[in-house]
């Protein structure tokens, strides 16, 4: 029984995602829908991107995630389908897939839905149906359009020499700890094995931690998280707010700036 997974930029109140599910369901046999979210925005595209590159590893070989945000982006419907490892990405062509996975050309396809099905959400979703319904039971190839440009966006990384980085928040959960762009092995290559301080307001951090246990009650902490990337807390309380972050801020840079032998790490 495949799976497809669904995310879109809809919202919880409409009508579309449980109209977009239940033609999904009348078009594609056997299959089973899991939602990722419904309240993306690619104002928030680091966060976007985060939260889709970290679900494929999770999920069964021939998964397709179909991602809806930013539909009409464009004067046209462009969409990419990619085969990334074992499992397919459907979305639009709006510099979306390079922050999802690692792009690889030869394995995408780029088509346009055009006429009257591409004036609507719902015509959208039928041909994509359509489409899958062909590959789950003919395994008939996704074919090119070849006048349609990919649009490959370059997704911000941290900045990296041999003495700073400068990164980005990422995300803000909703136990308001704080994600950044940083990975265990961008830190750690930054920092060498030198001491560290992550200066925040009024507080600081200078170690890494293995979870929230590892400081007292009411205390700021620092560990990567599940998806390796290093995210800040505060052992029962809520970081964003006592340190003045808010969901805005998700381009608010972080820098790593080496300080003789010890390496300072500023959140301004």
Known sequence: MPFITLSTDFGLKSFVVPAIKGLLYQVTNNVTLVDVGHQFN???????????????????????????????????????????????????????????????TTHIALFKIGGEQGHTI?????????????????????????????????????LVSANAITAQIVSIDEYQNVIVNITEKQFNDAVQGRPFE????????????????????????AFFNSANYLELAVN?????????????????????????????????
């Open 122 to 158: 719902m015509g959208c979703v039928t041909h994509i149906a359509g489409m899958l319904t062909n590959l789950y039971r003919k395994s008939q190839p996704i074919h090119s359009d070849e006048t349609i440009e990919f649009d490959n966006r370059i997704w911000p990384q941290p």
């Open 42 to 104: 690619m104002q928030r595209f680091l966060h976007t991107g985060y939260v889709l590159k970290n679900i494929l590893p999770h999920f069964p070989e021939a998964t397709v995630h179909l991602v809806l945000i930013n539909v009409f982006e464009k004067p046209t419907r462009e969409f990419v389908f990619a085969k990334v490892g074992t499992q397919y990405v459907i979305c639009p062509n709006n510099g979306l897939l390079p922050g999802i996975c690692d792009v690889d």
């Open 236 to 268: 029962g309380g809520n970081f964003a707010s006592l340190f003045g972050f808010m969901s805005s801020d998700s381009k608010l840079p972080i820098s790593l700036k080496a300080l003789e032998n010890q390496v300072r790490i500023s959140i301004f």
């Open 198 to 221: 992550i200066a925040l307001r009024g507080a600081s951090i200078t170690t890494i931690s293995k979870h929230y246990a590892d400081v007292g009650a009411a205390q700021a902490v």
